[in-house]
């Protein structure tokens, strides 16, 4: 079975960094692209960023541009996301989300449980 | 950047269908993707490429797409499709390359 596990989440002030991590098995992980998928509290799913199988192409929605990075290790089967300058409206629960195509236009297949990041003095 | 619209809350007695539109501005050219998320849980794709099933949905839910609007549809409808549902598409001149839907409330009567 596809297990997609988040972790690193938690209260932080703002203008601090957290990285979050999703440990994955079940699947070849660098046959795959991933993505990171956020929902506030009570709110709608937004898209966060993404990164192909090898790593070498990378995405971020505008809202988080400049501030996050995405990063895999595929040797550990597992994804990454730094985050800095962390404000309160990146707080939600944030969802590790597996490719279903092998190209950027596509969908997600398969979601982690989420890693809730709290973002409060 | 592309918008796409639900409509928030869709009512549905046990056994009869229900319809889930999603508007957007020439939808019928993207591809559509749909999402199903109960109450504390993670989404759960329902329905790809408009109309393609994964495996383990059962065939009582079906997609469409066509001009400005998408559609998901759910036959004889059962207590536990009561959730929220997402549509999806790739969107490379947004400033989300995956743009979801407002989400969808459907609520079994």
């Known amino acids: 079975d596809v297990q997609l596990v988040e972790s690193g989440g938690g209260v932080i002030r703002p203008g601090g960094s957290l990285r979050l991590s999703c440990a994955t098995s079940g699947f070849t992980f660098d046959d795959y692209g991933m993505s990171w998928v956020r929902q506030a509290p009570g709110k709608g799913l937004e898209w966060v960023s993404g990164i192909n199988w090898t790593g070498g192409s990378t995405g971020y929605a505008d809202s988080v541009k400049g501030r996050f990075t995405i990063s895999r290790d595929n040797a550990k089967n597992s994804l990454y996301l730094q985050m800095s300058s962390l404000r309160a409206d990146d707080t939600a629960l944030y969802y590790c989300a597996r490719w279903g195509g092998s190209s950027w236009n596509n969908w997600f297949d398969s979601w982690g449980q989420g890693t809730l990041v709290t973002v409060s003095s | 950047s592309y918008v796409l619209t639900q409509p928030p809350s869709v009512s549905v007695a046990p056994g009869k269908t229900a319809r889930i539109t999603c508007g957007g501005n020439n939808i019928g050219s993207k591809s559509v993707h749909w999402y199903q998320q109960k109450p504390g849980q993670a989404p759960v794709l329902v329905i790809y490429?408009?109309?393609d099933r994964p495996s383990g949905i059962p065939e009582r839910f079906s997609g469409s797409n066509s001009g400005n609007t998408a559609t998901l549809t759910i036959s004889r409808v059962e207590a536990g499709d009561e959730a929220d549902y997402y549509c999806?598409?790739?969107?490379?001149?947004?400033?989300?390359?995956?743009?979801f839907g407002t989400g969808t409330k459907v609520t079994v009567l």
């Open positions: 999806q598409v790739w969107d490379r001149s947004s400033d989300h390359l995956y743009v």
């Open positions: 490429y408009d109309s």
